[in-house]
């Protein structure tokens, strides 16, 4: 792999690399980065990498190779504190309750003393406080030159060490963030740095579409009403009938959450007509013409005092923005385009493309706005444990755009036949049966408590996450022998540090049920997890709109959505989730798939080629054998 990158890096191109669990994918493409002395941007997809990266891997290696090397990390904006609305938030008497009053203290505290502002730094802080919008800023609140703290602002020192560095760390939400809008920094970066690098590359195309289309948010609408009293009342108290506005602001807003009704949180409705699907459109469409009265309203009230404060002419452009994004999303959606509405703590207008293609070979590989010898010298690499099921590794490159690019693949050096096993319950209900979740929880109890915790259950869907995360505690909640630990109930760090001590220090053994962000960049390895439990196949839900876009567009080509699309999904979720079981060479675990299609599907053998070559476990006696040499360990 490190012999690929160097050769990249020479020649210029596209590199796809997908590198099995222990594989040193990290130093592989960071050696002949470094040694080549050119400008690097090293993108991954998780804050946690991208920390570690800058503060272990790249300094370990700078030392042992003897090269003085400037290295900068930058975030986005949400990462930094932001002096500014600090400061406003200390004057806010609206703030939701004594803990956040106590949050606030104590980030005003550690304000004083830190040198980067990175929120990531401050010992204690909740990743979930509803404190930390007050704090920090977004492009649409940012004051830019005219922010009296503009001078010592975080954000910009950030950007300016890294405009400076050698070596640049982010992550693809920036990247992306910046290739939409031109406004996060990477515009003066990216042409300055010949090599440019993608970690955890799988992300990239499901990360890139949430930037490259159109989003409005109830939250975004909601911040705005809030920082505009805020504002008025500081700034310009009786000038104008500030609770009025941002009464009608957020009024409307929500007003048009009320509109889509009871939707379960999570869903994402279809919007393929004048409204999303089972939403009264006439309702809608009165909604989003009353939000857009009240934003209009709004830019007028701030129109007249936008001389008196740097607040206001943000204001005053946030509201004229926000009206825009209502107004397009009362058009038709652009061609080659899906639209829906997602529901969640907050509700989601979303248009999106189906994919970046367009976009990496129009702004990367081939930018208009460059010297084409510099953008042919441009080296790029793509890498992950994950990145398709066949050579091509069409899972990946083909909604990236990267057909034309050297693709290599690097197996796992772990001898996985010894190390793990692979089982299959035959007598499961059926995954879509109402009590499959129940035979899943009854196998993990069992298997938990033979070794003493040490299992992971990795669920499809967060009702499946409910369910066993529910029947799994109220087992073992009274008797204490084991802790079980589900998702959403603690911040995801918390949860991981707890389940990687186990069963030490006198506490009592672990099982995680966990979903989503949990099947992949997790790190468990050692005696702390040896069962890894997937409930059903991953298959992409058929009823969600993008997937749905997809599919269409696959049978608009003549192509097979299931087995083009569903199945490369599904090979690839299968393989992350199993990669969480064995992390080193000296690893033993099993991983229990409880979902009989695997072996009883024609398509199930394509499947079992994507995961690792573990030794398969045929019957119950056999994996009773199976845990008891665990329970041993």
Same mark, same amino acid.
């Given at each position: ?189 990216? #042409? ?76 994402? &409705? ?30 007028? =009230? ?50 999106? #493309? ?107 869907? &967060? ?76 298959? #992409? ?12 567009? &696959? ?12 199945? #490369? ?52 006696? =056999? ?6 040499? &665990?329970?041993?360990?």
């Amino acid at each position: 792999m490190a012999v690929a990158v160097a050769r990249t890096i020479t020649h210029g191109g596209a590199l796809v690399v997908e590198a099995g669990t222990g594989v040193g994918k990290t130093f592989s493409y960071l050696v002949p980065a470094l040694l080549s002395g050119e400008r690097v941007l090293l993108s991954t997809a998780t804050k946690t990498l991208q920390d570690q990266l800058f503060a272990r891997d790249l300094p370990r290696l700078a030392q042992a190779l003897g090269l003085p090397v400037r290295m900068a990390l930058l975030k986005g904006r949400a990462s930094y504190l932001c002096s500014h609305r600090l400061e406003l938030a200390r004057r806010d008497a609206n703030l939701p309750d004594r803990m956040a009053l106590r949050t606030l203290a104590k980030i005003e505290e550690w304000a004083q003393g830190t040198r980067t502002g990175d929120l990531a730094e401050m010992p204690g802080l909740d990743e979930r406080s509803p404190l930390l919008p007050l704090v920090t800023s977004t492009r649409e609140n940012c004051l830019g030159s005219q922010c009296p703290k503009f001078r010592s602002c975080h954000v910009n020192n950030a950007r300016r060490e890294a405009l400076a560095a050698d070596v640049v760390v982010i992550n693809h939400h920036l990247f992306f963030a910046d290739l939409a809008v031109r406004e996060s920094g990477m515009a003066e970066l990216l #042409p300055t740095v010949r090599v440019v690098i993608f970690d955890e590359a799988h992300q990239l195309n499901e990360t890139g579409v949430q930037f490259l289309g159109r989003q409005l948010g109830t939250g975004q609408l909601l911040d705005f009403t809030r920082d505009l009293l805020a504002a008025g009342l500081q700034f310009a108290r009786g000038l104008v009938d500030w609770q009025q506005l941002a009464s009608a602001v957020e009024r409307a807003t929500r007003d048009l959450r009320l509109v889509v009704g009871r939707a379960a949180p999570g869903a994402r &409705l279809r919007w393929t007509s004048e409204a999303p699907e089972g939403v009264d459109e006439e309702a809608w469409s009165e909604g989003l013409a009353t939000l857009e009265a009240a934003l209009l309203a709004a830019t007028e =009230g701030l129109g007249s005092l936008s001389e008196s404060a740097p607040d206001f002419v943000r204001l005053h452009e946030r509201a004229s923005l926000l009206a825009q994004r209502v107004r397009a999303f009362t058009l038709a959606p652009q061609e080659g385009a899906v639209r829906w509405v997602d529901v969640s703590t907050q509700l989601r207008l979303i248009e999106s #493309p189906l994919d970046i293609a367009e976009a990496v070979q129009q702004k990367l590989l081939k930018p208009a706005d460059e010297e084409d010898t510099e953008a042919r010298r441009r080296a790029w690499v793509f890498t992950s444990a994950t990145l398709g099921d066949d050579a091509r590794l069409s899972w990946f490159t083909e909604p990236c755009g990267l057909g034309e690019a050297e693709v290599l693949r690097v197996a796992s050096p772990f001898d996985y036949p010894t190390q793990a096993a692979l089982y299959v319950p035959r007598t499961l209900p059926r995954p879509n049966d109402p009590g499959h979740s129940a035979a899943v929880a009854r196998i993990a109890e069992s298997a938990a408590r033979r070794i003493g915790g040490r299992t992971m259950v990795l669920t499809t869907t &967060l009702r499946a996450l409910r369910a066993i995360g529910e029947q799994l505690q109220a087992r073992f909640g009274d008797m204490g022998e084991l802790e079980v630990l589900v998702q959403g109930q603690w911040p995801k760090s918390r949860l991981i540090e707890r389940f990687r001590e186990g069963a030490s220090h006198g506490r009592a053994g672990c099982i995680l049920v966990a979903s989503a962000s949990f099947w992949e960049g997790v790190d468990v390895p050692g005696e702390a997890l040896q069962l890894v439990m997937i409930d059903k196949l991953p298959f #992409p839900p058929p009823g969600d709109p993008l997937v749905e876009a997809r599919g269409q567009r &696959l049978e608009a080509l003549g192509r097979s959505p299931f087995n083009d699309y569903f199945v #490369p999904e599904a090979a690839v979720a299968l393989k992350q989730g199993a990669g969480r079981l064995i992390r080193r060479e000296s690893d033993q675990g099993l991983l229990v798939v409880c979902d009989t299609r695997l072996v009883q599907m024609g398509y199930g053998r394509r499947l079992l080629a994507a995961l690792p070559p573990m030794r398969r476990i045929a019957d119950e006696e =056999g994996f009773d054998e199976a845990l008891a040499s &665990l329970a041993v360990l």
